[in-house]
């Protein structure tokens, strides 16, 4: 092995030193401290095997002279100034019972339920979860923030360290933790999915099912065509004619259990004038324009990055929103207008009784001069 490869392996490895009674990261030494124990910073885990550190873990709970340790924090605070006894720590610790690895997250929701479980929680997170191989082993609020929302909770999670390195279970556990706070109110909403991918979180939506609120395309349509400009409009329009949603483009999802599931991140080129593009595809074929739409680019890397398309809940009144425009029959049919809807993952055409229905409706509320004509 060459000089180089020597100290880039040394850097991946880990040890208890007993003369010093600390935790060795390569050059790095942690030590471990009757009054704060060991902290870590979040360089410390790059490359570190769990399952070295769990068996160096181990080794120092044996030495008769060293600190106990159950609850590990990590800093991300400059390097250059660490310090174990001043560092603020992030809501992530890993955790230590003695022989296995955990990690232990808080996170906190605006409204008190006395009535939540670990089931719950799991049903949340099960994306996540199965994803990353985790476990949920225990759930609890803490008691010092009972004064008041928002209400502190601690999570705990177990998993199998084989094959995993800290810094891949740390970044997992940052996924949860970002979901947590997308979900802070209670359960996932289309602007909390459209804040995780904003925030650079679009990896904790992977494992979501496709439904009422939420779509994901691998690429954007090709909006050079008629046919790519409708399609558009009527995705978008399929949101607003029902409770809103969130549609991201640059997401491969795959069946399961015969549903659509978002499953590989794919970024993908993105033009400078893509939003733009999309807008006016919008303002020439969907009427009228919906409150509060967002169109954005998210950059992932380099120029390749996803695009996300908010649409809030749309007021009754300026429902039903109409596409100018329509494919049928594989044919682009330009003249026609055509009004469709979400229901769960299924797109559903307004039928020709529902729309006479609305427009009698209409012409009855004129007659007798409780709305206002349009000339």
């Known amino acids: 092995m060459v000089p ?181 109110s209670g359960s996932l909403t289309a602007a909390a999915a459209r804040d995780l991918v904003l925030a650079g979180n679009a990896e904790a939506l992977i494992g979501q099912v496709e439904s009422h609120w939420l779509e994901a395309k691998t690429e954007p349509y090709k909006l050079m065509h008629l046919e790519g400009k409708i399609s558009f409009a009527e995705s978008v329009a399929r949101f607003a004619n029902a409770d809103g949603g969130l549609i991201i483009f640059g997401v491969r999802t795959h069946m399961r259990g015969g549903r659509e599931v978002l499953g590989v991140l794919k970024p993908f080129p993105v033009a400078p004038k893509v939003v733009r593009q999309h807008r006016q595809a919008l303002a020439n074929h969907l009427y009228p324009p919906p409150n509060g739409l967002s169109c954005e680019v998210v950059v992932a890397e380099d120029f390749d990055g996803y695009l996300v398309v908010y649409v809030p809940q749309q007021p009754e009144e300026m429902k039903p929103f109409l596409v100018h425009g329509a494919v049928a029959d594989g044919k682009t049919r330009g003249a026609y207008i055509s009004i469709v809807t979400r229901v769960g993952d299924d797109s559903v055409p307004t039928t020709a009784p529902m729309i006479h229905a609305t427009l009698a409706a209409g012409r009855a509320l004129l007659r007798r001069g409780e709305l206002p004509r349009v000339n």
């Open 4 to 184: 180089g490869q020597a100290n880039a392996a040394r850097d991946r490895e880990v040890r208890y030193d007993r003369a010093t009674e600390s935790m060795v990261f390569g050059e790095r030494q942690r030590t471990l401290r009757s009054d704060w124990g060991l902290v870590l910073h979040r360089s410390d885990l790059a490359g570190i095997s769990a399952t070295q550190f769990c068996r160096e873990l181990r080794r120092a709970q044996k030495d008769p002279y060293s600190v106990p340790v159950d609850t590990i924090p990590v800093t991300q605070s400059a390097a250059e100034n660490f310090d174990p006894e001043y560092a603020i720590c992030t809501e992530v610790q890993f955790k230590f019972d003695g022989e296995r690895l955990g990690i232990g997250l808080d996170f906190f929701r605006s409204e008190y339920d006395d009535e939540l479980t670990t089931s719950d929680v799991e049903q949340e997170l099960e994306p996540l979860l199965r994803r990353h191989h985790f476990a949920l082993t225990s759930l609890s609020i803490d008691d010092s923030y009972m004064s008041g929302p928002p209400w502190l909770w601690h999570v705990t999670f177990a998993f199998s360290t084989r094959g995993k390195t800290l810094c891949g279970l740390y970044a997992a556990a940052e996924e949860i933790s970002a979901f947590f706070g997308a979900t802070e």
